[in-house]
């Protein structure tokens, strides 16, 4: 089985900052992107940002500037640092990495279960 664990999310002001974490472990072998979306109440979940094994970063222009994502290959974890938060920035923020199991050759999408973070003006 293949996990990932989230953690980070939390209650921020506005203008505030929070570092959120998510590690992949189990059965997951060459992970090529991993990401960060996130999903307001009443609204489709969305890209925040991806990352791929050479850390190209890619990031919707609502974070542009605001946040960035960082990943360590070797841990299998990718980190979204997010500052200058915004109250519309408050949603459940899901992990998602891309990544073959192992002894396979197949890429598959696996998910976290999700952290929230709340923006308070």
């Known amino acids: 089985q293949v996990q990932l664990v989230e953690s980070g999310g939390g209650l921020a002001q506005a203008g505030g900052s929070l570092r959120l974490s998510c590690e992949a472990s189990g059965s997951i072998s060459r992970i090529n992107v991993m990401g960060w979306y996130r999903q307001a109440p009443g609204k489709q979940r969305e890209l925040v940002a991806s990352?791929?094994?050479?850390?190209?970063?890619n990031y919707a222009d609502s974070v542009k500037g605001r946040f960035t994502i960082s990943r360590d290959n070797a841990k299998n974890t990718v980190y979204l640092q997010m500052n200058s938060l915004k109250p519309e920035d408050t949603a459940v923020y899901y992990c998602?990495?891309?990544?073959?199991?192992?002894?396979?050759?197949?890429?598959?999408?696996?998910w976290g279960q999700g952290t929230q973070v709340t923006v308070s003006s």
């Open positions: 990352i791929t094994t050479g850390s190209s970063g």
């Open positions: 998602n990495a891309l990544g073959t199991r192992v002894g396979g050759s197949l890429y598959y999408a696996y």
